[in-house]
T-cell receptor, first 115, second 109 residues
Framework: DAGVIQSPRHEVTEMGQEVTLRCKPISGHDYLFWYRQTMMRGLELLIYFNNNVPIDDSGMPEDRFSAKMPNASFSTLKIQPSEPRDSAVYFC?????????????FGPGTRLTVT | RKEVEQDPGPFNVPEGATVAFNCTYSNSASQSFFWYRQDCRKEPKLLMSVYSSGNEDGRFTAQLNRASQYISLLIRDSKLSDSATYLCVVALYGQNFVFGPGTRLSVLP
C-alpha cells in the first residue's frame, strides 16, 4: 500500500496568493483528517471527514481556510488569501474504524512557507 | 489549562537507560488514549494505544490512570533509534484527537 499521499511536499508562496494542498488517503479508509503543525501551537486538528462528509470543522482557523472531499480518494485544503502566519507543516491522515482500531495514518506533510 | 500537557523536554539519556514520560489531560470524559512517535521532520506514527488495564509492547509500557487523568509511557533498555518526539494523544470521542505538545527524547551513545 502506498500510504497517504500528499502534494506538494514543499510550497513557497507570497502573501495574498491562493494555496491548494492535496491529499490521497489510503484506499478503503473512511476517515480523512487535516492537521497543522507549528512550533508554537503543536499539532492541531483542522477538519475531518467521514465517508466524504465534513464532520467537524471547528479547528479551521478562519474563513480563509476551506476543505473539500469530492470523492473517497481525494481531498483538498485551500487557503485564500494566504498570510505569513499560515506557514506550517500541514498533514493529512486517514483511518478505518474496524475492530475498534482508531489508528490514524499520516502522510509525509506539506511544508508551507508564506513570505 | 491546555487540554493535554506533557513533561517538558528534552530528555537526554544514555543507551540502556529506562525513561518515563508523563501526560495529563483536562477532560475527564475522554475516551481513548494513545502514544504517537514523531521523528525529526517526519510524520507522526502510532506507537501504541493505551488501555485502562495498562499494556506492554516489548520495551514499551503504557499506563492510564483515569482518576488522576494521567497517562505514562515507560521505555526500558533505550536504544539510539528511540530518539524522537513522543506525543500523547487523547480523544474525547471517536476520531477527534487532541495531541499534546510532545516530549523530545535523545538517547546518547
Amino acid at each position: 500500500d502506498a500510504g497517504v499521499i500528499q502534494s506538494p511536499r514543499h510550497e513557497v508562496t507570497e502573501m495574498g496568493q491562493e494555496v491548494t494542498l492535496r491529499c490521497k488517503p489510503i484506499s478503503g479508509h473512511d476517515y480523512l483528517f487535516w492537521y497543522r503543525q507549528t512550533m508554537m501551537r503543536g499539532l492541531e486538528l483542522l477538519i475531518y471527514f467521514n465517508n466524504n462528509v465534513p464532520i467537524d470543522d471547528s479547528g479551521m482557523p478562519e474563513d480563509r481556510f476551506s476543505a473539500k472531499m469530492p470523492n473517497a480518494s481525494f481531498s483538498t485544503l485551500k487557503i485564500q488569501p494566504s498570510e505569513p502566519r499560515d506557514s506550517a507543516v500541514y498533514f493529512c491522515a486517514s483511518s478505518l474504524i474496524a475492530g475498534g482500531s482508531y489508528e490514524q495514518y499520516f502522510g509525509p506533510g506539506t511544508r508551507l512557507t508564506v513570505t | 489549562r491546555k487540554e493535554v500537557e506533557q513533561d517538558p523536554g528534552p530528555f537526554n539519556v544514555p543507551e540502556g537507560a529506562t525513561v518515563a514520560f508523563n501526560c495529563t489531560y483536562s477532560n475527564s470524559a475522554s475516551q481513548s488514549f494513545f502514544w504517537y512517535r514523531q521523528d525529526c521532520r517526519k510524520e507522526p506514527k502510532l506507537l501504541m494505544s493505551v488501555y485502562s488495564s495498562g499494556n506492554e509492547d516489548g520495551r514499551f509500557t503504557a499506563q492510564l490512570n483515569r482518576a488522576s487523568q494521567y497517562i505514562s509511557l515507560l521505555i526500558r533498555d533505550s536504544k539510539l533509534s528511540d530518539s524522537a518526539t513522543y506525543l500523547c494523544v487523547v480523544a474525547l470521542y471517536g476520531q477527534n484527537f487532541v495531541f499534546g505538545p510532545g516530549t523530545r527524547l535523545s538517547v546518547l551513545p
